[in-house]
């Protein structure tokens, strides 16, 4: 159980063009989703935290025009990145939890590659 | 000071023997701590969660946690290649759901 999946894998696309990652609770609800970016040999940074039905809350330096997030149901968020630009290019990772838990189950990643 | 402190590592130990890993956590009021197991290129995977003070075993793997000292450890016996990965220790400081993270530990298991 507890299974996240994300789409695309990866994806490259050209400056400037907007990519959406879909995140997805396969078997269980998710009361909240979690976006994450990883560079190269970095750390986890979380950036935004989203709660189906309501508005995602982004951590300080996060653009939350730049990465729209949409959590329309119990078992789907999205991340848009708009005008993507090279230095987007990394490692997202989208994970969610079931209600009454803390536990984060995360997602396979999406890795962006912007030329 | 970070709110989850682990120390980066490498670690190497020699297949068959017990990996140590240990995590220290400034916020005293948290409740959750999980370990997981991140390899190259791969997104996290749970390993364990503990919520109470002591040993908790799945397999190969035990978690211990001590919260007067502030500090989780993961102990992996019977030490495999396979095990190579990096190792994130995160922290729910029980203001919510979201985690405080490690930067995990790379650790590299000798055949």
């Known amino acids: 159980g507890a299974v996240v999946s994300q789409h695309p894998s990866w994806v490259i696309c050209k400056s400037g063009t907007s990519v959406k990652i879909e995140c997805r609770s396969l078997?269980?609800?998710?009361?909240?989703m979690f976006w994450y970016r990883q560079f190269p040999k970095q750390s986890l940074m979380l950036m935004a935290t989203s709660n189906e039905g309501s508005k995602a809350t982004y951590e300080q330096g996060v653009e939350k025009d730049k990465f729209l997030i949409n959590h329309a149901s119990l078992t789907l968020s999205t991340l848009t990145v708009t005008s993507a630009h090279p230095e987007d290019s990394s490692f997202y990772i989208c994970?969610?939890?079931?209600?009454?838990?803390?536990?984060?189950?995360f997602g396979p990643g999406t890795r962006l590659t912007v030329l | 000071q970070k709110e989850v402190e682990q120390n980066s590592g490498p670690l190497s130990v020699p297949e068959g023997a017990i990996a140590s890993l240990n995590c220290t956590y400034s916020d005293r009021g948290s409740q959750s701590f999980f370990w997981y197991r991140q390899y190259s290129g791969k997104s996290p995977e749970l390993i364990m969660f503990i919520y109470s003070n002591g040993d908790k075993e799945d397999g190969r793997f035990t978690a211990q946690l001590n919260k007067a000292s502030q500090y989780v450890s993961l102990l992996i016996r019977d030490s495999q290649p396979s095990d190579s990965a990096t190792y994130l220790c995160?922290?729910?400081?029980?203001?919510?759901?979201?985690?405080?993270f490690g930067t995990g530990t790379s650790l590299t298991v000798i055949p």
């Open positions: 995160a922290v729910n400081p029980n203001t919510g759901n979201q985690f405080y």
């Open positions: 994970s969610a939890t079931q209600g009454g838990t803390d536990t984060q189950y």
């Open positions: 078997d269980f609800q998710a009361t909240t």
